[in-house]
């Protein structure tokens, strides 16, 4: 989708793509409104998860999995708030580094104590950079896209597999499958059905257009799956090393790792 022409306290967009919000509608100092303040899902609960992981001695893979979420979430709001390519960037680039983090705490749930994969690492790593490297050189964002969701494919097939081999908090991956699982759903509608969508909340919603906001909604949901993930590998690798994890509930709504015996996770 083509950048609209439509300016405000951030000028001109310079982003490769636009999204289906109006650009500036609700104020002059954030080009898109709602899927900017959505991005609160990805910050908030990462700053909470990255505090427990150093008070409770986590593994440092999931220090870096919540700070990649916690620096997605801070790319996507600037993205979103003024549109500007070099924002873009920090949006996009930083989801195939924490998918690569990802990936690699899954892969080394059951792995001994200390111990550091090298080889994997040096693959996860090549493949950042030479994404990294084509999208800088192309700025197609359908590379992105199809990068982006190759990693994502693996990380389902891993975490498929650490599902069939431990019982244990089984309902927080198929919570995070079906969030983000949904989420990607919105964000096809949004991007395949916008135009359809903007009549909708233009003529016929009135005030209650930003509820069919549906980008706003994949940050939500894809938030939402991307830090359970997290959580559940997290909990996962705890019960390996033998510790005593607890999952808690804040107001008895939104899950949170705790490690009740103080042991260090690496």
């Given at each position: 989708?083509?950048?609209?022409?439509?300016?405000?306290?951030?000028?001109?967009?310079?982003?490769?793509?636009?999204?289906?919000?109006?650009?500036?509608?609700?104020?002059?100092?954030?080009?898109?409104?709602?899927?900017?303040?959505?991005?609160?899902?990805?910050?908030?609960?990462?700053?909470?998860?990255?505090?427990?992981?150093?008070?409770?001695?986590?593994?440092?893979?999931?220090?870096?999995?919540?700070?990649?979420?916690?620096?997605?979430?801070?790319?996507?709001?600037?993205?979103?708030?003024?549109?500007?390519?070099?924002?873009?960037?920090?949006?996009?680039?930083?989801?195939?580094?924490?998918?690569?983090?990802?990936?690699?705490?899954?892969?080394?749930?059951?792995?001994?104590?200390?111990?550091?994969?090298?080889?994997?690492?040096?693959?996860?790593?090549?493949?950042?950079?030479?994404?990294?490297?084509?999208?800088?050189?192309?700025?197609?964002?359908?590379?992105?896209?199809?990068?982006?969701?190759?990693?994502?494919?693996?990380?389902?097939?891993?975490?498929?597999?650490?599902?069939?081999?431990?019982?244990?908090?089984?309902?927080?991956?198929?919570?995070?499958?079906?969030?983000?699982?949904?989420?990607?759903?919105?964000?096809?509608?949004?991007?395949?059905?916008?135009?359809?969508?903007?009549?909708?909340?233009?003529?016929?919603?009135?005030?209650?257009?930003?509820?069919?906001?549906?980008?706003?909604?994949w940050h939500l949901l894809a938030g939402t799956?991307?830090?359970?993930?997290?959580?559940?590998?997290?909990?996962?690798?705890?019960?390996?090393?033998?510790?005593?994890?607890?999952?808690?509930?804040?107001?008895?709504?939104?899950?949170?790792?705790?490690?009740?015996?103080?042991?260090?996770?690496?």
């Open positions: 989708m083509a950048p609209r022409i439509a300016s405000g306290f951030w000028g001109i967009p310079t982003a490769t793509i636009d999204w289906c919000e109006e650009n500036y509608s609700v104020t002059t100092y954030i080009a898109e409104f709602w899927n900017t303040i959505s991005n609160f899902i990805f910050i908030i609960p990462s700053v909470a998860a990255l505090y427990f992981a150093f008070i409770d001695h986590m593994d440092d893979r999931y220090k870096w999995c919540n700070g990649s979420v916690l620096t997605v979430g801070l790319g996507s709001w600037c993205f979103h708030m003024t549109l500007l390519y070099s924002m873009q960037l920090l949006d996009e680039l930083p989801m195939i580094y924490g998918s690569a983090f990802l990936i690699y705490s899954h892969l080394e749930v059951e792995k001994p104590r200390n111990h550091e994969n090298i080889p994997l690492k040096i693959i996860l790593t090549l493949y950042c950079l030479f994404v990294t490297i084509v999208y800088l050189l192309t700025k197609h964002v359908l590379f992105f896209q199809l990068s982006y969701g190759f990693v994502v494919v693996s990380m389902s097939v891993v975490c498929c597999n650490n599902f069939r081999k431990y019982r244990e908090a089984r309902n927080i991956f198929i919570v995070a499958t079906v969030t983000y699982a949904s989420g990607f759903l919105l964000w096809e509608i949004d991007q395949n059905f916008c135009g359809g969508l903007k009549l909708w909340r233009s003529e016929v919603l009135g005030p209650f257009a930003p509820i069919f906001e549906l980008h706003a909604w799956g991307t830090y359970l993930s997290v959580l559940y590998s997290a909990y996962l690798r705890s019960l390996v090393l033998g510790n005593k994890p607890e999952i808690k509930y804040w107001k008895k709504v939104w899950p949170y790792i705790r490690i009740t015996n103080g042991k260090a996770m690496t």
